[in-house]
Nanobody, 125 residues
Framework: QVQLVESGGGSVQAGGSLRLSCAAS????????MGWFRQAPGKEREGVAT????????VYADSVKGRFTISQDNAKNTVYLQMNSLKPEDTAMYYC??????????????????WGQGTQVTVTS
């Protein structure tokens, strides 16, 4: 049974940085696509970034391109989201996901099977 545990969230001023971690158990991340999503109050959960297993290709939402970087450490079975130049609009609960059923629609929450509990990111102006 897959378990994903996010950590690293917190409160930071605009322009600052945070690194989120997603530790997986019962699941080998090197064999599976991994993604990060976020959900702000009153908004839909949106895809932020995905790292594919084949070739390690990374994709990003337009809103975070050039600021966020997804990576993984296979030895630690952990996926990371490095977030730089944070903006108040990045404030949200951030979730890790795995079990992507159709890579073309990585940004759609319905395409993913398993989720972590989330970690809160708050960016103040």
């Amino acid at each position: 049974q897959v378990q994903l545990v996010e950590s690293g969230g917190g409160s930071v001023q605009a322009g600052g940085s945070l690194r989120l971690s997603c530790a997986a158990s019962g699941w080998t991340i090197s064999n599976n696509d991994m993604g990060w999503f976020r959900q702000a109050p009153g908004k839909e959960r949106e895809g932020v970034a995905t790292i594919y297993t084949d070739g390690g290709i990374m994709v990003y939402a337009d809103s975070v391109k050039g600021r966020f970087t997804i990576s993984q450490d296979n030895a630690k079975n952990t996926v990371y989201l490095q977030m730089n130049s944070l903006k108040p609009e990045d404030t949200a609960m951030y979730y890790c996901a795995t079990g992507l059923r159709w890579s073309r629609y990585w940004y759609d929450r319905k395409m993913w099977d398993s989720w972590g509990q989330g970690t809160q990111v708050t960016v103040t102006s």
